[in-house]
């Protein structure tokens, strides 16, 4: 069975930094393509970046370019999201996707911005 474990998230202050993790189980990890998503209140959901099973390729949203790192250990079945420079707008449930057939999800965690 396809888990998908997310963790890391919470309040910060604006320029701040948060890093997320994802713990994946069930499938062999480094053959698939891993993502995190982000959706904020009354918006949809959005994609934040992106990265190969092997780790050598990276995309990201413009949003989010040159602060926001994806990494990912596959001996460790994790995927990270280092988020620095952090802005309110950066408010957003974050969610761990792998391109696992038709899509597996996690199940969120919430990033808050804030003063």
């Known amino acids: 069975q396809v888990q998908l474990v997310e963790s890391g998230g919470g309040l910060v202050q604006p320029g701040g930094s948060l890093r997320l993790s994802c713990v994946a189980s069930g499938f062999t990890f480094s053959s698939y393509g891993m993502r995190w998503y982000r959706q904020a209140p009354g918006k949809e959901r959005e994609l934040v970046a992106a990265i190969s099973g092997a780790g050598g390729i990276t995309n990201y949203a413009d949003s989010v370019k040159g602060r926001f790192t994806i990494s990912r250990d596959n001996a460790k079945n994790t995927v990270y999201l280092q988020m620095n420079s952090l802005k309110p707008e950066d408010t957003a449930v974050y969610y761990c996707?792998?391109?696992?057939?038709?899509?597996?999800w996690g199940q969120g965690t919430q990033v808050t911005v804030s003063s």
């Open positions: 996707y792998a391109a696992y057939y038709s899509g597996r």
